[in-house]
């Protein structure tokens, strides 16, 4: 069952912007931390942003001063602003939580199903 649903990919030209948005399914009790990944062709998974339940970040070092991440707890989203985009940061983008579903007692690490972002001219 799909608990995170990313939003917000596609083609932008170098220098452009783009907005990444996670929405946590209705079967979401809770949201502890929450983070985005990306992954290009060739190339691990790496951290872009990361945002504690009590709003501190950490950004990748590629990314941090153009990137931003932002979350909405009583939306149950989190969305990843990304500025002066480079062709280097073409991915796949991922979301990432600790979510505490309806019904249990912990939280468990979920991930998004991953939207693609292309930059290119």
């Known amino acids: 069952q799909v608990q995170l649903v990313e939003s917000g990919g596609g083609l932008v030209q170098p220098g452009g912007s783009l907005r990444l948005s996670c929405a946590a399914s209705?079967?979401?009790?809770?949201?502890?931390?929450m983070g985005w990944y990306r992954q290009a062709p060739g190339k691990p998974r790496e951290l872009v942003a990361h945002?504690?339940?009590?709003?501190?970040?950490n950004y990748g070092d590629s990314v941090r001063g153009r990137f931003s991440i932002a979350r909405d707890s009583a939306k149950k989203t989190f969305d990843l602003q990304m500025n002066s985009l480079k062709p280097e940061d073409t991915a796949i983008y991922y979301c990432?939580?600790?979510?505490?579903?309806?019904?249990?007692?912990?939280?468990?690490?979920?991930w998004g199903q991953g939207t693609q972002v292309n930059v290119s001219s």
């Open positions: 990432t939580a600790k979510l505490r579903l309806l019904g249990r007692d912990s939280f468990s690490d979920y």
């Open positions: 209705e079967w979401v009790f809770s949201i502890d931390d």
């Open positions: 945002i504690t339940a009590d709003g501190n970040t």
